[in-house]
């Protein structure tokens, strides 16, 4: 069997190739992952984008009971403590359905103080 010339075989195996020296099955392959890439860059901006649109709740203030629901407490005994927005209120009245504002005193502070303290966990 006769060999073609060394040039002709280095044509052909040319042909095989693409223009930068690589396998038509690599280039093709390097193509698709491309353009996947490009495909999940562009879905990963505008999944950034629809995040980012929506706004965070507002974070909601912690409160303290309303003076209404504590007027409306039927459970109150006299000594329990609640915390109010302007500190804390003892309450001096009796059970009863509903209670006024007189039945509760502010607790000073100094006596809040220590009782924080003294249910405060151990460090």
């Known amino acids: 069997?006769?060999?073609?010339?060394?040039?002709?075989?280095?044509?052909?195996?040319?042909?095989?190739?693409?223009?930068?020296?690589q396998a038509p099955a690599h280039t093709a392959w390097r193509r698709r992952v491309e353009r996947a890439r490009l495909d999940y860059d562009a879905f990963a901006a505008r999944a950034v984008e629809v995040y980012l649109s929506y706004a965070p709740p507002a974070?909601?203030?912690?409160?303290a009971p309303g003076v209404t629901t504590i007027m409306r407490d039927p459970t109150l005994r006299a000594g329990d403590i609640y915390a109010a927005t302007d500190g804390f209120m003892v309450f001096r009245g009796?059970?009863?359905?509903?209670?006024?504002?007189?039945?509760?005193?502010?607790?000073?502070?100094?006596?809040?103080?220590?009782?924080?303290?003294?249910?405060?966990?151990?460090?």
């Open 59 to 63: 974070p909601r203030e912690k409160r």
């Open 1 to 21: 069997m006769a060999s073609a010339p060394a040039h002709a075989q280095e044509n052909r195996f040319a042909l095989s190739y693409g223009d930068d020296g």
């Open 94 to 123: 009796r059970a009863a359905a509903a209670h006024a504002p007189a039945d509760f005193t502010p607790l000073p502070d100094e006596r809040a103080r220590k009782l924080s303290l003294a249910i405060a966990p151990a460090r």
